[in-house]
């Protein structure tokens, strides 16, 4: 059993984020199908998604992959009222099914809609909650039957990114610890815009025109 600890805050930088660049996404869904394919998810349940926002401009929409943003103060976790929820020391967020009792508040309290509820029997009972591991497994034994069952595959634990920003063929996906996405992200901006200057930010997250 992983050991678990309650919620805390990580320092930002050592902690593992996901950044999806909506200059590269070609809402190809790749990234969804893989996930629900190495995890074997049921039907109906959906750890990534892949939107598309609409800003009025033919030819200017922009896509983006949403998941489990494994937050630094992690609302489902303040809400939960069993605290089946922890955050590793990498700062990934997870949760234990066996105490999860199907209540909801996580979905209500979760700004990206990451948790999920599998109908449980003929009248739409919900089931116990769902979402992204950032393939990273949970409480159970590392790569046992019941972990793949219950979490699905803990690719983390093998040296391995998730299976959603290995399958990206854009690199638009990324992974890792928040300094590394910030600092290839930059480059990237720095690389398309030749007079964009280098603030230096140290962000995980930067929308860009915003003022820094």
Do not use: W
Request: charged share 20%; net charge neutral; proline share 5%.
């Amino acid at each position: 059993m992983a050991n678990l600890q309650p919620a805390k805050q990580i320092p930002n930088a050592n902690r593992m984020k996901f950044y999806c660049d909506d200059n590269r996404c070609i809402s190809c869904f790749a990234c969804s199908v893989a996930c629900s394919h190495s995890n074997e998810l049921e039907v109906g349940l959906n750890r990534r998604k892949v939107i598309t926002l609409y800003e009025g401009v033919e030819g200017k929409e922009k896509s983006i992959s949403i998941a489990c943003q494994h937050c630094t103060d992690a609302p489902c976790a303040q809400v939960c009222p069993v605290d089946c929820f922890y955050i590793r020391e990498d700062g990934i967020v997870l949760h234990n099914k066996e105490t999860c009792i199907g209540c909801g508040y996580c979905l209500y309290a979760c700004p990206f809609g990451a948790p999920q509820f599998p109908r449980d029997g003929a009248f739409g009972v919900r089931g116990v909650m769902d979402k992204c591991t950032m393939c990273a497994g949970g409480p159970a034994p590392t790569h046992s039957q019941k972990e793949m069952e219950l979490y699905g595959v803990n690719r983390i634990a093998s040296g391995q990114v998730p299976m959603c920003a290995a399958t990206c063929s854009t690199n638009a996906l990324l992974v890792g610890d928040a300094l590394s996405i910030a600092d290839i992200y930059r480059r990237r901006v720095m690389a398309k815009y030749a007079n964009a200057q280098d603030y230096q930010t140290k962000a995980a997250h930067q929308i860009e025109g915003a003022t820094p």
